[in-house]
């Protein structure tokens, strides 16, 4: 009896497993599909990416502007009924009901956000705009990234958002080292903007 018991409790658990890494997964969790946030049994309509974007005002809006507006939205002012996923190459879409879409992310430029940290974060791959969470929220950070030629991309002070994330829109195929300083801590560590690269880092550690 015991031994069903927990084969009846197995589906319930693997479902919440699933719900909690739809919104930051890594690429052996979450594969380049769309995130799932409906339960399983729901079938999957592909729709236009305004039917999804038009609660929010967003309709008739490119993925770059799609992103920067869920970006800087107050965490408490994000939909909680969107997964809104970035990817290398498309910005995926997913309602609560199983509503799916998709926009092509620029093909010139590279989205990468990052939340430093100083004791806490997660892991993640693919940043979601509506459920990823960051320690350092609306924090100044000092920021340089140096492509492996010298070239400076990016040096200057930014504050996160609300989620504790800041975005980057950067060259891709890029190889570079990021630094970030915030209240005499740092942290230096390899980026890179490839098709095999991560749209969310989570990986830095303020020391």
């Not at 005002?57 to 965490?75: K, M, T």
């Not at 620029?106 to 969470?133: E, K």
């Not at 190889?175 to 989570?202: F, M, W």
Request: glycine residues 4%; aromatic residues 4%.
């Amino acid at each position: 009896m015991r031994s069903a018991a927990r084969r009846s409790a197995l589906p319930a658990l693997i479902a919440t497993a699933a719900l909690l890494l739809a919104g930051c997964a890594a690429p052996s969790i979450q594969p380049k599909t769309p995130d799932a946030t409906a339960p399983s049994t729901a079938a999957v309509e592909q729709v236009d990416a305004a039917e999804l974007l038009a609660p929010l005002g967003l309709d008739g809006q490119d993925a770059r502007s799609v992103i920067d507006a869920l970006e800087a939205l107050p965490v408490d002012e994000r939909p909680s009924d969107l997964i809104a996923s970035i990817r290398t190459e498309e910005l995926l879409l997913k309602s609560a009901d199983g509503r799916e879409a998709s926009l092509p992310m620029p093909a010139d430029v590279f989205y990468t956000s990052v939340a430093p940290y100083v004791t806490q974060t997660h892991d993640c791959f693919y940043h979601s705009l509506t459920t990823c969470r960051g320690e350092l929220s609306s924090t100044p950070l000092a920021v340089t990234i140096i492509a492996a030629d010298g070239t400076v991309i990016v040096d200057e002070t930014v504050t996160t958002n609300d989620n504790g994330f800041a975005g980057f829109w950067l060259p891709r195929d890029l190889d570079a080292t990021i630094t970030i300083t915030q209240d005499g801590r740092t942290v230096t560590a390899p980026l890179s903007t490839t098709d095999e690269d991560a749209t969310c880092v989570t990986t830095l550690q303020l020391t």
